[in-house]
């Protein structure tokens, strides 16, 4: 051992406070680690989660986020919005078993020199002892448990008959079910036999954004009991209009159940982290758990962004850790629990636990219920005084 | 005469190369299905009781992720760094015969208009032990495409299996006959291959009417239903399409699948393939028309994979048997 280990901290912080803080700093001669880089943006507000995350992948042993207090934004409320998506953000990186002693989060006014100074400082004491980051290594002894194949089986006759009322009352254009070999677009009511007892766990809403069939006009849809909630978060998003798509309930309602959850985050951080490294170290990058997903109609993915690349594409462990984080944070408040992401996935990946530990934030953090009502404000796209944490400096 | 190998045997054989440090890759059980894994345990080795693991053997040639070189920027130099690659022997084992069958048409297409050495190197390196198959689910056609339960094609040994737990080797080649020398029994038993599955099309009549039917309104119908995923591309033994990226500094070949919309998005924005029906089209045009015109075979080996591992129920058999039924209505 010849070398000190001299931890390497990126600083991301708005340029009218925690900047402005660390500059006065440097000013009034507060000497502070050099150990620090410092990344300036406009806002807290403004500080994407994927930034830390390739702060990581470049070599950064620790992350400090920091901004103007509350109430003191220049932009009013960037700040507020930064604090809700840092609550969210934080459990997401909690279940992946994220060593979280590696982000730190600071409100730093222009005045607070001092306070910069010391919170680097001990950002970097905290670092130097846990030593340098490192993403875990794929096990090389287990390949993860992943999850069964699904296949469920419903009456397919209510449902016939249902879809054949609402195409001869000419009530809609067009009825997606299942068929014996996938979905199955009917048009005409004596057609509708076609529609088998079978689904294979796909949420159907998936289809309605498409232009194809968006041209065969009004829609109903087979629904699952979880399904029906992405039409709610697809009118809160503009996506449709309200009651523009009919619903075809099938299936009875499970009971939410958290204990998979529950069991992973029994596990000490890192053994949740080397759990998740063996769990990625099977995805291909086939995005068929995107595809599937209804909330997921951006017409150009963050993942296929090349110029410039913001997620490696590269099924590699860092390119696959940075896409699961993407993915699973994108549905922050918006996923519906539908499961459709993990029914998709080829290899096995229990996608729907890092949803669901999003989706449990959203619902007791900001009591909101992400299928219920489409009026009500996405968790994410606002934000309250009352918001409270206990992680920010 | 016929040489055999009792499964216990099988397994002490593959713990043996796994002591010598071969690279044995084989079906086990994970993620709640059964794939093709790097064995660590030779108890983990699946023998029976599976049709098809949800991936295919072609990764452990033709890897997900590959550094092709490295590159530094020093001064005013970019100072290029090869890959190291690898000679570590590898054995694939309990590989279904419809796998290995597209190692010869892999090594076609990294061999056709320039050698890769990196292929090539580990190509060199792997011996392939195929177990015949015994069952076949729905989505198998392998007989469609002129392979079957005990096919030989691509294989090093084939092994087949014999009631009480025993197989047949039927060594293929010089390698394969190698790898097994000594290890076996001599019997005067004979495996039976199981019967495969009924021919589900004729790809004859595939490549005439796709040939023909640029324009037909079949690829958009059936490709209502396909997301655009990588699952089929990703699964497949023979599907080979990759893109290369520049990714911390190196020179990365990632797989890719010709029914992302990415895959032909041009920089001025215009897509050649705007739509689901067209990336269809190209699917089954590549495999089952352009590939044997230019190759002589058809770049499909039956396995079913594209079917078991769409989230749509596609994948190619369901459109291939649609093109026949076309095929043979009457003009
Ligand atoms: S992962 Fe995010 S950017 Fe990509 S499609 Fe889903 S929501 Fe859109
Ligand atoms: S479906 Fe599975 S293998 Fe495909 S990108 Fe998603 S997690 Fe990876
Ligand atoms: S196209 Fe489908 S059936 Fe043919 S080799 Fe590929 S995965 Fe197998
Ligand atoms: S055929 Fe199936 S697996 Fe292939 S791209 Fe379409 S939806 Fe995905």
């Known amino acids: 051992m010849s070398e000190v280990f001299e931890p390497r901290i990126v600083a991301f912080v708005c340029n009218w406070c925690t900047y402005l803080g660390a500059d006065l700093a440097g000013t009034t001669r507060l000497e502070y680690p050099a150990n620090v880089r410092i990344v300036r943006l406009p806002c807290s507000g403004r500080i994407d989660f994927n930034l830390l995350i390739k702060a990581f992948e470049i070599g950064a042993d620790a992350v400090l986020v920091s901004g103007c207090h509350p109430g003191d934004c220049h932009y009013n409320t960037g700040n507020y919005h930064a604090r809700r998506r840092w609550m969210l953000f934080r459990p997401l990186l909690e279940v992946l078993g994220f060593d979280m002693r590696r982000l730190h989060f600071a409100w730093i006014s222009a005045a607070e020199s001092r306070k910069f100074q010391q919170t680097v400082k001990q950002v970097v004491e905290e670092t130097r002892q846990l030593g340098p980051y490192q993403y875990p290594a794929p096990p090389t002894d287990s390949y993860g448990a992943g999850r069964e194949p699904h296949k469920n089986h419903f009456d397919a006759a209510a449902a016939q008959q249902r879809a054949r009322e609402m195409l001869e009352a000419k009530e809609v254009d067009v009825v997606i079910g299942y068929g014996s070999s996938g979905p199955v677009f009917i048009r005409r009511p004596e057609d509708v036999d076609q529609i088998t007892c079978e689904e294979t766990g796909l949420n159907l809403a998936a289809y309605l954004g498409r232009k194809e069939v968006r041209a065969m006009g009004r829609a109903a849809i087979l629904t699952k009991p979880m399904d029906a909630g992405a039409l709610v978060v697809l009118e809160r998003e503009s996506q449709i209009e309200s009651g523009a798509v009919k619903t075809i309930p099938i299936g009875e309602p499970g009971k939410g159940d958290f204990s998979d959850l529950d069991a992973l985050l029994a596990l000490p951080p890192a053994e949740r982290m080397a759990w998740w490294a063996g769990e990625f170290a099977r995805c291909t990058r086939c995005y068929a758990c995107r595809q599937v997903c209804p909330m997921c109609y951006c017409e150009r993915c963050i993942a296929d962004k090349n110029r410039p690349v913001v997620i490696d594409t590269s099924p590699t462990p860092v390119g696959n850790f940075a896409w699961h984080v993407t993915r699973a944070f994108h549905l922050a408040g918006r996923c519906v629990g539908c499961g459709a992401c993990n029914h998709a996935c080829p290899v096995g990946i229990d996608l729907r636990l890092l949803n669901m530990a999003v989706h449990r934030a959203v619902a007791e953090q900001f009591d909101f219920n992400v299928g219920a009502d489409p009026k009500a404000e996405s968790p994410i796209g606002c934000w309250a005084p009352a918001d409270h944490e206990e992680f920010i400096r | ?331």
């Open chain 2, 1 to 331: 005469m016929s040489e055999i190998i009792s499964s216990d045997n099988l397994r002490k054989l593959a713990a043996e190369w796994i002591e010598q440090g071969v690279r044995v890759a084989a079906p086990q059980h994970a993620g709640g299905r059964v794939l093709y894994l790097p064995l660590k345990n030779s108890a983990d080795l699946l023998l029976d009781a599976f049709i098809h693991p949800a991936n295919s053997a072609k990764e452990f040639l033709f890897p997900k992720s590959e550094t092709l070189y490295a590159y530094r920027v020093e001064g005013q130099d970019v100072k290029l760094v090869e890959a190291p690659g690898t000679e570590t022997p590898q054995v694939l084992l309990g590989v279904r015969p419809c796998d290995a069958a597209a190692f010869p048409i892999l090594d076609h297409i990294f061999n056709w208009d320039c050698a890769d050495e990196l292929y090539n190197r580990r190509r060199r390196n792997t011996t392939i032990v195929v177990l015949a198959c015994s069952a076949h689910d729905a989505n198998c056609f392998c007989t469609s495409v002129g392979l079957g339960p005990a096919s030989e094609r691509g294989a090093d040994v084939l092994l087949v299996p014999l009631t009480n737990d025993t197989f047949e080797v039927r060594s293929v080649t010089e390698k394969g006959r190698s790898l097994f020398a000594g290890k076996t029994q001599t019997d005067n038993v004979a495996a039976m291959a199981a019967a495969g599955p009924e021919p589900r099309f004729a790809p004859d009549a595939v490549r005439k009417f796709s040939a023909a039917n640029f324009e037909h309104p079949i690829w958009g119908e059936h490709a209502l239903a396909c997301v655009g995923c990588g699952a089929c591309a990703h699964t497949c033994p023979t599907c080979h399409c990759f893109d290369i990226v520049d990714e911390h500094g190196e020179r990365v070949r990632n797989w890719d699948s010709c029914q992302f919309s990415l895959f032909t998005l041009h920089a001025s924005g215009h897509n050649p393939r705007p739509d689901q029906g067209s990336r269809q089209r190209q699917r089954i045009l590549h495999k089952f028309s352009i590939y044997p015109d230019k190759f002589g075979e058809i770049l499909c080996t039956g396995c079913g994979n594209c079917t078991r591992n769409c989230p749509a129920g596609l994948g190619v058999l369901p459109l291939l048997i649609a093109i026949e039924h076309e095929e043979h209505l009457p003009a």
